[in-house]
Nanobody
């Protein structure tokens, strides 16, 4: 079955960085676009970034453009999100998902990112 397991979340200071990882299994990873989405307390799911199956094209929400970088390693079945210049508004539960954009048929359990001084 499809499994997506996120890691790398935690507490960061404003202006700091974190790198999220997502390990995928149960499907042919190299043939699917992947994405990251987030959900802040009391808010709906927000799409953050997507990447083509071969990594050749990436997309970003305006709120993270220039600060976040999505990448993938098809040999390891992993997708990553490098987050720089974090702000308190980036505090959310971050999900890895199968597909470029919502709606998703599969997503992980999420990893918490908290940005606070």
């Amino acid at each position: 079955q499809v499994q997506l397991v996120e890691s790398g979340g935690g507490l960061a200071q404003p202006g700091g960085s974190l790198r999220l990882s997502c390990a995928a299994s149960g499907f042919t990873f190299s043939t699917y676009g992947m994405s990251w989405a987030r959900q802040a307390p009391g808010k709906g799911l927000e799409w953050v970034s997507g990447i083509y199956s071969d990594g050749s094209v990436t997309y970003y929400a305006d709120s993270v453009k220039g600060r976040f970088t999505i990448s993938r390693d098809n040999r390891k079945n992993k997708v990553y999100l490098q987050m720089n210049s974090l702000t308190v508004e980036d505090t959310a539960l971050y999900y890895c998902a199968k597909g470029l954009r919502p709606p998703y048929d599969y997503r992980g359990q999420g990893t918490q990112v908290t940005v606070s001084s």
